[in-house]
């Protein structure tokens, strides 16, 4: 069973930075490209980060682009999302999801208030 | 960029009604359209991929259609645990709808 569990969101101040986790199991993660999705409260989805399977190319929505860093470790399983210089429109659940977005964790949620 | 339009944002259906829902792409998506079930506290789950295509163990009551810039989703027959949020991906350019609640009435 493809199983994907977010962490690592909280409370933080504006331009303060947090790193999502995001870990990976039923499936061959070395083999899939993995991204980040975010749903601001009371908005709709938001695509922000998308790694290849061996971390070769990296896309950012403009949004977060040169704040976020997506990263990936393949020996653990496990995608990474580096978010820096956090503002209030941060604020959200932060999901991560399968290469054809076919699996979705449950999400995660990041707070960014003063 | 490429925009979703999802309608309608709210929906109220009796258990056994047909219920339809909508996106529609500001161009040609050439049925690059995935369409999910979002329930609370849970990870959305793809009910149906590139249009048309049956996620493996989703109920066949649910079903796509559509091309170009038009596309549905369709529930032959609501059942109780249909109650959700729908929303539809373009994923060629990663693209969401924005969502439609669907309530029993």
């Known amino acids: 069973e493809v199983q994907l569990v977010e962490s690592g969101g909280g409370l933080v101040k504006p331009g303060s930075s947090l790193k999502l986790s995001c870990v990976a199991s039923?499936?061959?993660?070395?083999?899939?490209?993995m991204h980040w999705i975010r749903q601001a409260p009371k908005k709709g989805l938001e695509w922000i980060a998308l790694i290849y399977y061996d971390s070769s190319n990296k896309y950012y929505a403009d949004s977060v682009k040169g704040r976020f860093t997506i990263s990936r470790d393949n020996s653990k399983n496990t995608l990474y999302l580096e978010m820096n210089s956090l503002r209030s429109e941060d604020t959200a659940m932060y999901y991560c999801?399968?290469?054809?977005?076919?699996?979705w964790g449950q999400g995660v949620m990041v707070t960014v208030s003063s | 960029d490429i925009q979703m339009t999802q309608s309608p944002s709210f929906l109220s259906a009796s258990v056994g009604d047909r219920v339809t829902i909508n996106c529609k792409a500001s161009q040609n998506i050439n049925k690059y359209l995935n369409w999910y079930q979002q329930k609370l506290g849970e990870a959305p789950k793809l009910l149906i991929y590139?249009?048309?295509n049956l996620q493996t163990g989703i109920p066949s009551r649910f079903s796509g259609s559509g091309s170009g810039t038009d596309y549905t989703l369709t529930i032959s027959s609501l059942q109780p645990e249909d109650v959700a949020t729908y929303f539809c991906?373009?994923?060629?350019?990663?693209?969401f709808g924005g969502g439609t609640k669907l309530e029993l009435k």
């Open positions: 590139n249009t048309n």
């Open positions: 999801a399968k290469g054809h977005f076919d699996y």
């Open positions: 039923g499936f061959t993660f070395s083999s899939y490209g």
């Open positions: 991906l373009q994923h060629s350019s990663r693209t």
